[in-house]
């Protein structure tokens, strides 16, 4: 069941298992993993680009990448 108010759209990424998104969808989470999406193999900024144009956050363990590419896009604005 999902939370009411909760309204984040979620994307997982390759370092995520895809059964979480199956689980988050399965109790009415807007999810969906890459490789549902047929986006895997794609870089860490393509999935940052397409999520963020999609209206998605992110989900991912890649911390380091991650924060490198959140440095760079808030420097670009």
């Not at 999609?54 to 590419?69: E, I, M, P, Q, S």
Request: charged residues 20%; proline residues 3%.
């Amino acid at each position: 069941m999902a939370i009411p108010g909760l309204t984040a759209r979620l994307l997982l990424d390759g370092d995520t298992d895809p059964a979480l998104a199956r689980a988050l969808q399965g109790r009415g989470f807007d999810a969906a993993h890459i490789n549902e999406l047929g986006r895997q193999g794609l870089s860490d900024e393509q999935q940052l680009t397409y999520a963020a144009a999609d209206g998605r956050v992110l989900v991912t363990h890649n911390r380091n990448d991650f924060l490198r590419l959140a440095d760079t896009w808030l420097n670009a604005n």
